[in-house]
Each structure stands twice: as C-alpha cells, then as structure tokens.
C-alpha cells in the first residue's frame, strides 16, 4: 500500500498520545450484567482456563484507530456473503443524514474513516461527505463496489488521503458469482481505470472465503498491477448469524491453512495488513480482539460490540465505549466470536502493539516504508 508517510506517522503519533494518556471517559468499565452487556458471555472459571482469560493491560486503554461509518444499508447488489443487507433490511431505505455523519467523525476522533454501507457511492452527499471528512483532516477509504465510480467521480477531488476501495473476490467469473451479477466485475475494472486516470488513489478489498482459491488472488493482484492500483487488502470470511450460507464461511483452522502462504503475496504486492496481523492470520502469533479500535456508526447510532456482531445501538460513542462489556467478546469469551479473526477485531491489536515482539517495531517500519 503506498501510504503517505505523513499518514504512517501521523497514525503512530495518534496511537502513541493515546497510550500515554488514554482519555479516562472511555476506560470506565460496563457494569456487569448490564441490561447492555452480551447475553452470550462464558462466564470464566476459576484455574487456568480464567487466567488465561485475563485481558491484556494494553485493553484497558481503549480509543479508536478507524470509524466504520455506514450512512446507509441501500446496495444495488446481493452479494451472497453479506450480513449488512440482510441484517438491516427494516431500515434498508434510511439515511444517515450529512450533519450526523460529520459529527459521529467529530464525536469519535479517529484519525481514519471507513465509508462503507450498503453501497456508499448511492449516498446522495457522498461528495459532500468525503469533502467534509478531508477538511477535517481524516484519512478515508471509500469502500465500494465500484459500480458508480464513473458516473460519480466528478464529485470528488483526488487526495493523498482519500482512497477508493473496491472490493473484488477474484478474477470476472468468480466476483460475478459471489455478487450474483454478471458485468460487475467489468465495471468495476472500468471505475478503477477511470479513478486513476484522474489522479485518484485506488486499492482493492478481496473476501476469503472457503471455496476461495488463493492462487486466483495472487492472479488477480498480478491482473490489477496494469492498472498501478496502490494496495490490496485480504480479509477471512466472517459468518454472520444474518446470512444462512454457513458453508461459505471457514473455521480459525481453515483460515490458517488459507493463510499459510500468504508471505509470498505480500512480498510480491502492496498488501496494507500489518505484518503482525498476517501472522495471526497464518496462526502464528496470538491476539486478542480489540474491537473498540473500530467502531461503527450507522442509521440506527453505534453499533457494539462491533461490525459484525450487534448486541446494542448506542446513543453516543462515550456510551458504547462504556456501556458495553469488552471483556466478554472475542475468542475463548463469546461462542460467536469463536472463528472470527477479522481486521475489525484483530487489526487494531496488531497496530496497537499487543502481544508484541522484539522485531515488530522494524518489521512495521519496514512495512510503511515500503
Ligand atoms: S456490494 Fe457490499 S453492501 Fe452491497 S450486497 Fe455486496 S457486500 Fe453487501
Ligand atoms: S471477535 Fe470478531 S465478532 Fe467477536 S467482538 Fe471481536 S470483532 Fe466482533
């Protein structure tokens, strides 16, 4: 990924201020068996099992990294996998308006911002809302199918901190299969043509799923390297309780066996997962889940304990920092959390330094550079 370098280290002295002085609004602790707190907690036993279930002191120092926001759940497609269609489909014609999506970003402070939905390019302030979120100094992708990249792109203004993310799971015939629509790969390919001949910074987002053959990624990154799109992002399959397909979805030791040769990729492209978090997705290092480092904000408020789980819809962000019990979520505390080794969960705790080893600080270094 050819990060700015400003971005790189504004983000690490984002992170540093607020390992030394996390604010002391977002460390209180829910209280326990609060009406807001997870129904399917494992309560810990006494011996080893609760020992190792003792939380890292490095969560106890809770602040956001990226805000997941969601201005709306509309999509022109029904990928198979998608929980956000399914999940919200009540709501499915609501907005958020823009004002409230310029203050979640203020309420939350992190210094990235995911615009994801639906399909936030059918936003009809998308322009107005990626303007807003740069003056404010924010680095953005705009995760999409890219399907109106073309017929939109003139309401942007190309950026050194703005990034489309197109998602793409594998060359034309499989991403038109898992979108369940034939021509949306081509269009796609034509969005992402047309971004970078007007100055945009483009990467690519790829879903790993079961039956994902990682040699068609490696061909679709070498595919892409024509088009001089700046990085690629790999992400395991989660299965939400919304979409009924379980099939689809892999199991940690699945995810592993997927993962395992993953070095080669990214020795070969600009993919913009950490190093550390590769490792964890290769069962190599252990993390715990940090899913406070990316909250999601969306018509119905914040969203915990994250984007893939709802358990509640908070008021404000204070309240969902507060209010839901972190301790209860991630692996070996929540069955639904069991397989999920998801960016959103275990990203933040790779940037954040969690577990970590000697060499890290070069490898992230190394990394960013690159
Ligand atoms: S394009 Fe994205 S939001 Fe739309 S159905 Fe597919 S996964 Fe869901
Ligand atoms: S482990 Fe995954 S599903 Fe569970 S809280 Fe963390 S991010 Fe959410």
């Not at 995911?114 to 936030?120: A, L, Q």
């Not at 979120?133 to 705009?142: D, F, G, H, Q």
Request: aromatic share 10%.
């Amino acid at each position: 990924m050819r990060f700015p370098l400003s971005m790189t280290a504004g983000m690490a002295g984002y992170i540093l201020k607020n390992k030394m002085w996390p604010r002391p609004e977002w460390q209180k602790d829910a209280a326990s068996g609060s009406v807001a707190g997870n129904p399917f907690r494992i309560l810990p036993s006494r011996g080893a099992e609760a020992l190792k279930r003792q939380p890292h002191p490095m969560i106890r120092k809770r602040f956001p990294l990226v805000l997941m926001l969601e201005p709306l759940h509309a999509c022109n497609l029904t990928c198979t996998g998608c929980g956000r269609i399914r999940e919200y489909e009540s709501t499915i014609t609501e907005r958020v308006p823009l004002e409230e999506c310029l203050a979640a970003v203020d309420e939350c402070g992190a210094p990235m911002v995911s615009i994801c939905g639906g399909e936030p390019m059918m936003y009809p302030q998308i322009g107005q809302l990626v303007a807003g979120i740069l003056e404010r100094n924010k680095n953005i992708y705009l995760c999409t199918n890219g399907m109106f990249i073309r017929k939109r792109l003139s309401e942007f203004r190309p950026d050194r901190r703005f990034f489309f993310n197109v998602h793409l799971d594998g060359l034309e015939k499989t991403h038109d299969l898992c979108v369940e629509r034939e021509g949306v790969f081509r269009e796609a390919i034509e969005g992402i043509k047309a971004a970078k001949k007007a100055g945009f910074l483009v990467c690519t987002n790829t879903t790993i799923y079961k039956e994902t053959d990682m040699k068609e990624i490696e061909a679709l990154f070498e595919y892409l390297e024509q088009f001089d799109v700046d990085g690629h992002q790999l992400s395991p399959a989660y299965g939400y309780s919304a979409v009924d397909d379980r099939e689809i979805f892999m199991t940690r030791e699945d995810i592993h066996e997927k993962f395992k040769d993953v070095d080669r990729l990214f020795r070969r492209f600009r993919l913009n997962q950490t190093p550390m978090y590769l490792e964890f997705l290769k069962g190599d290092r252990d993390l715990p889940c940090t899913a406070w480092g990316n909250p999601t904000y969306n018509v119905k408020g914040w969203k915990g304990p994250c984007y893939l789980i709802t358990d509640g819809h908070y008021k404000t962000f204070e309240d969902l920092m507060t209010q839901t019990d972190w301790e209860s979520y991630g692996h070996g505390n929540d069955p639904r959390c069991e397989h999920c080794m998801t960016h959103c969960g275990y990203e933040p705790s790779a940037a954040l330094g969690i577990n970590a080893k000697l060499a890290d600080s070069f490898r992230m270094l190394t990394w960013a550079l690159r």
